[in-house]
């Protein structure tokens, strides 16, 4: 090996480069908006030049909503961590509130600014929405199935409710100091005892 290879960063494969410029354009969109979040700060969070970061996406709007389905991926592994909470399983230890990271809501909202114009983003936040609504209200009748959840409870108007949490917590991480982690968390057992019928869930 000469001296040039030794010092040259590893070259990675295409599906996990694309992997890597995701995750660095989280980190900047969590900390920005989608509109101050630029290709160049993504590139350099990621370690790469931006003609590489063009390589794998075309566009800003193309990673951002590359980002939006890395989120949900990773929110959905955490809901089915919750689930049993309303199919009659023990709930894991610190699975109490709805969204450990604020982070997918977080994107709906940036992408709130963007969907008057633009129908991608529109169709993509609509999408992820209903699926998430989807995927909790079917929980939610699972648990009325059996027996957890009771019967008079609404599971769509409930799914909407818990995405609204979604969206409260998101707004308390941008603007700061209007919840704090010990009113999120009562909001959330109240929420669960409501929903279980249960006042210790």
């Known amino acids: 090996m000469t001296a040039s290879t030794r010092g040259a960063p590893r070259r990675l494969p295409a599906a996990e480069r694309r992997s890597a410029i995701v995750g660095a354009a989280l980190r900047v969109f969590a900390s920005k908006s989608y509109a101050g979040a630029t290709t ?16 794998h996406f075309a566009s800003k ?53 963007e969907a008057g114009e633009d129908a ?29 959840v009771p019967p008079d409870r609404d599971p769509d108007a409930e799914a909407w409710v818990f ?9 308390a991480d941008r603007l700061g100091g209007v919840l704090t982690a010990a009113d999120l968390e009562a909001i959330t057992l109240q929420r669960l005892r409501w929903l279980t019928g249960s006042p210790t869930p």
């Open 163 to 171: 995405i609204g949490g979604g969206l409260l917590r998101s707004v």
């Open 61 to 113: 709007r193309d990673l951002w909503l590359a980002c939006l389905d890395a989120a949900w991926k990773e929110t959905r592994i955490r809901l089915e961590g919750k689930v049993a909470l309303f199919t009659g399983g023990t709930a894991p230890t610190g699975q109490h509130s709805p969204w450990q990271s604020p982070t997918m809501p977080n994107l709906w909202i940036q992408g709130l600014t």
């Open 40 to 55: 160049a700060e993504i590139a350099r969070e990621a370690g790469i030049s931006e003609p590489v970061l063009y390589r």
């Open 120 to 148: 991608a983003v529109r169709r993509a936040i609509r999408s992820h929405m209903r699926e998430v609504h989807d995927f909790v209200a079917a929980a939610l009748r699972e648990g009325q199935t059996r027996g957890v």
